[in-house]
């Protein structure tokens, strides 16, 4: 009886041990592994557009509701109200502590998968122009998602290990970048706590699955959609003398634009500026009345993104103003602020703290620095201008031997958003679960 109560004693002291929760979190993620892997397939199989989240989001939350979280479904007030809101928030009250919101993205996009897998998706739909498209996921949000349940499903387990409040939210539209503005404008931080922490992860395509990689400080840049009317005199291309040609003013304008990075910008401050499309016209011997360029703007700080802007349009004046456009043809300069993303910023303090988490998890061997990129998404909102400490890290999702084979070969694997982008479900489930649990759990630990 000594002896048993003795043994009981010490099971506890054992498990108590961050070495013996290490152990139960790997047997919990060992039970779950399976199911998740079918679940991956599943909603691997069933993508949907962004705004058009309808049965994934129902899905989504009903796994949530099963695990003992209260579940708020339809969250999300776009500006354009034919889309609705499908977001979800989840929350586990677990004592006092603190609150610390975990987010998935949910939506998938236009792409016509060409991987050969039989779980491949043969899902097609209508856009939102009535256009006949196919959809995949072809981002990985469906890794996200598998990966939420399982932390969700093991961290209502093991509430016994950590204390306060849990927000699993799963944000749609993040594809368009509206998503997280649209759940924030929905009352996301008054109808729901609002967070110490915020944490995402996302699927790396060129990262072995079973590793992690994470930067500290700016991680992603902030995106700034840009539209440019070109406005010009036209008429017969015979006749040039009788126009003011836009076509000629649109190529002065983007080799103008060259000198913003290069000339106006410091160095020690990344930038881009593109112009990715360029139309006008109809006819070869027709001079058009206008041209009309769509740009985007990265940078990782807000008085460099307002200087471009700034800049840009100063010179699409300057352009038309030198070759003599009267005042009112001036061009015209669109920000469009709902396909704005902020750029996202590590807490370069709790970045490192998840990171030797993640360590402890899965090996410090597979948790890797990286550096920054320039692509962009809209997690950063969450942190409402990095007001609220966040961290979000990437997640290895490809099988070893392709990743080696394609350093070998300097042949680049297909990227996100290929109809060839495929993760190795297994062991890319299995980090993600660990990493995220183990996240969450030195954040809340009691
Ligand atoms: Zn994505
Ligand atoms: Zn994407």
Redesign the pocket.
Known sequence: MKNARFFCLLLTVLFATPAAAQQSLDALVDREIAQLVSTYKMLHGAPELSHYEDKTSAYFAAQLRSFGYTVTEHVGKYDRPQFSGYGVVALLKNGAGPTVLIRT?IDALPVEEKNDVPYASKVKTKNESGQEVSVMHA???DI?MTSMIGTAKILAALKDQWRGTLIIIGHPA??TVDGARAMLADGLYTRFPKPDFTMGL??SADVEAGKITYTPGYAMASSTSVDVIMRGLGGHGSKPEATKDPVVLASQFVLALQTIVSRENSPLDPAVVTVGSIHGGTKRNIIPDEVVLQLTIRTYKEEVRQHIIASLERIAKGVASAAGIPEDRSPIVKVIESENAPSLYNDPQLTERIATAISKGIGSENVIKAPPLMAS?DFGHLSLDHQIPSCYFWLGAIEPSRVDASKKSGKPLPS?HSSLFQPLPEPTLRTGVKAMTSAVLELMKK
Do not use: I, R, V
């Open positions: 993205d981002c990985g949000h996200h993040e594809e996302h699927d998404e996100l």
